[in-house]
């Protein structure tokens, strides 16, 4: 593995959204971990570590209040980047944002997914980020 990659854990139940952002983030040189529903997505948290998560906000598999949960336990400063399955709902960001998301991004949209996965990796603004997350 090249040490300058940034893994990223992506949880969504659809598996073409888990294979277009996987391909997305890879042809980025970012590693990759997919996890169809939340006993996986929660084991990977429990036994790995990530510098971004991407997190389906409706998932039929998937518990994104448990994935939150976990991931504030297992990995405390780690950005979370929410996966809107529809447009922007702001109740449904700040109930997210009060359990830790980061930032929130139409799943469909993935040239905006790219750009906030950038913002959060960005070495500069990285510290920063992690900081404000952390609270």
């Known amino acids: 593995m090249n040490h300058s990659?940034?893994?990223i854990l992506i949880a969504d139940s659809?598996?073409?959204v888990l294979i277009k952002l996987?391909?997305?983030?890879?042809?980025?040189?970012?590693?990759t971990t997919t996890a169809w529903n939340t006993d996986q997505a929660l084991g990977l948290l429990e036994s790995r570590?990530?510098?971004l998560i991407l997190a389906s906000d409706h998932p039929p598999e998937l518990s994104c209040k448990?994935?939150?949960d976990a991931?504030?336990?297992?990995?405390?400063?780690?950005p979370i980047i929410i996966l809107e399955?529809?447009?922007?709902?702001a109740f449904a960001e700040q109930h997210f944002a009060s359990l830790g998301g980061s930032a929130f991004v139409n799943k469909w949209r993935h040239r905006e997914i790219l750009e906030s996965v950038?913002?959060?990796l960005d070495p500069e603004n990285c510290q920063k980020v992690k900081r404000a997350v952390a609270g």
Request: glycine fraction near 0%; hydrophobic fraction near 20%.
């Open 5 to 7: 990659q940034k893994h």
């Open 14 to 16: 659809d598996e073409e």
């Open 22 to 31: 996987e391909r997305l983030l890879q042809d980025q040189s970012h590693e």
């Open 49 to 51: 570590s990530f510098d």
């Open 66 to 68: 448990r994935i939150l």
């Open 71 to 78: 991931a504030r336990t297992h990995q405390q400063a780690t």
């Open 85 to 89: 399955s529809r447009e922007t709902d």
């Open 118 to 120: 950038q913002q959060y």
